[in-house]
């Protein structure tokens, strides 16, 4: 069993106390549930915007330990003043150090789009994100299959959130897409084995129909590859790391834009 095997078999056994704790009407009923989602589309091609999804991560399987310190609300305001066209939260509790009140934080001082990072295997997370404030659902090739995609993504649609598809290889992207996403995300890690190529980015970019976004990430350390994965064709950079191992990651995003 690979690490992926276990987030999953794990996150069952998350949402399904998740349920039992909150209701589908209690989420239904949440302040957030009725406001409109920022569009990706828009923030992450704006002018004045960065094309960065910077992320908010404490902790991954593979590197252990990344922060433990920082301030969800601080960071966020800070990636955001940065010129982050959108911020991603990690909500995975055990294996990457997410709190469930984590976006709830961003969203309370954030005016951008905020991307619930997590492992989606079920409609009531989408619930959940909706109720959170999150306005970007992820939903992973690799563990999820056509059919769920499909489902997932156009449930999502339909409460008016954005969603984001990863893949890491051909074969994926080609049996994953549908009409129900607005971006497509290569992500440079292998999420079964931890290693990063960026190489997995350019080699897909021109394989994913122009109607969707296009996003890179992971591994991302150099203002250079940004450079270079847009000339490629990409409009956005999902960064986490690299921000988050410092001491300060809202001046780390700042120097690095700043070589943009
Ligand atoms: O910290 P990095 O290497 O910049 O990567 C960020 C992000 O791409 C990564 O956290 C990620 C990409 N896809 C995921 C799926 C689940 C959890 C995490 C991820």
Redesign the pocket.
């Known amino acids: 069993m690979n690490i992926l095997d276990k987030i999953v078999l794990r996150k069952k056994e998350e949402v399904a106390a998740a349920k039992a704790l909150v209701s589908v009407q209690d989420l239904e009923n949440s302040v957030h549930f009725n406001r409109t989602p920022y569009s990706f589309k828009e923030f992450l091609l704006a002018k004045d915007r960065t094309g960065i999804i910077a992320?908010f991560?404490r902790r991954?399987p593979s590197k252990g330990l990344i922060n433990g310190i920082a301030d969800v609300a601080e960071v966020t305001q800070a990636y955001n003043a940065a010129g982050a066209s959108a911020l991603s939260v990690?909500t995975d509790v055990d294996f990457?150090g997410g709190k469930t009140d984590d976006i709830l934080a961003a969203r309370a001082t954030n005016h951008i789009p905020i991307l619930r990072?997590d492992?989606m295997i079920d409609e009531y997370q989408i619930l959940e994100a909706k109720a959170w404030g999150a306005d970007i659902i992820?939903l992973?090739a690799s563990i999820l299959t056509p059919q769920q995609i499909n489902d997932f993504g156009k449930f999502a649609k339909g409460l008016g959130l954005n969603v984001l598809l990863?893949v890491h290889n051909l074969e994926e992207l080609e049996r994953s897409i549908c009409p129900n996403l607005d971006a497509i995300g290569v992500?440079n890690?292998n999420?079964g084995d931890f290693t990063v190529d960026i190489q997995t980015s350019f080699d897909l970019v021109n394989k994913i129909p122009n109607e969707f976004l296009k996003i890179s990430?992971?591994?991302?350390s150099n203002p250079q590859t940004i450079k270079e994965l847009k000339v490629a064709g990409f409009n956005g950079f999902?960064?986490?790391?690299?921000f988050m191992k410092t001491d300060n990651p809202g001046t780390a995003i700042r120097e690095f834009v700043t070589q943009l």
Do not use: Q, T
Not at 238 to 242: D, P, V
């Open positions: 992320e991560k991954s990690l990457f990072k492992f992820l992973i990863e992500n890690r999420l990430e992971s591994a991302i999902l960064i986490g790391e690299n």
